[in-house]
């Protein structure tokens, strides 16, 4: 059984994304992220190596950090300077969404 999207995001005079309500689009994964907590990187790993997939992470007050189209394999994330906290990672395949929290420490 698939879930509703529900997604709201809101822009303020920053351009920072606000996020009200996340859900899964389905109840299959789309990708898997590691480690979580991480220090100086991550990878993303898609389970469809036939798909390519769309990533986005997101700073804990919505700052989107980084955009990336079309990854096709593995994707590396260098996350060494990014400041000790909680991400939101982003990562859309067809018409699949599927969000983590990240850790990052230092």
Same mark, same amino acid.
């Given at each position: 059984? @698939? $879930?509703?999207?529900? *997604?709201? $995001? ?6 920072? $994304?606000? =996020? /009200? %309500? /996340?859900?899964? /689009?389905? %109840?299959? !994964?789309? @990708? ?8 100086? #990187? ?8 036939? !798909?390519? =997939? ?10 989107? *950090?980084?955009?990336? #189209? %079309? ?11 990014? @400041?000790?906290?909680?991400? /939101?990672?982003?990562?859309?395949? %067809? ?12």
């Amino acid at each position: 059984i @698939a $879930l509703v999207t529900t *997604l709201i $995001l809101f822009s303020d005079s920053t351009d920072c $994304l606000l =996020f /009200t %309500n /996340t859900l899964n /689009t389905s %109840n299959k !994964s789309i @990708a898997g992220v590691f480690p979580n907590p991480a220090n100086a #990187q991550i990878l993303i790993s898609p389970f469809d190596k036939n !798909s390519n =997939f769309n990533l986005r992470i997101y700073d804990v007050i919505g700052k989107e *950090l980084l955009v990336k #189209q %079309n990854c096709a394999d593995v994707t590396f994330v260098q996350t060494s300077k990014w @400041a000790t906290g909680i991400y /939101t990672i982003e990562i859309t395949q %067809n018409k699949n969404q599927q969000f983590f929290k990240l850790v990052i420490t230092h």
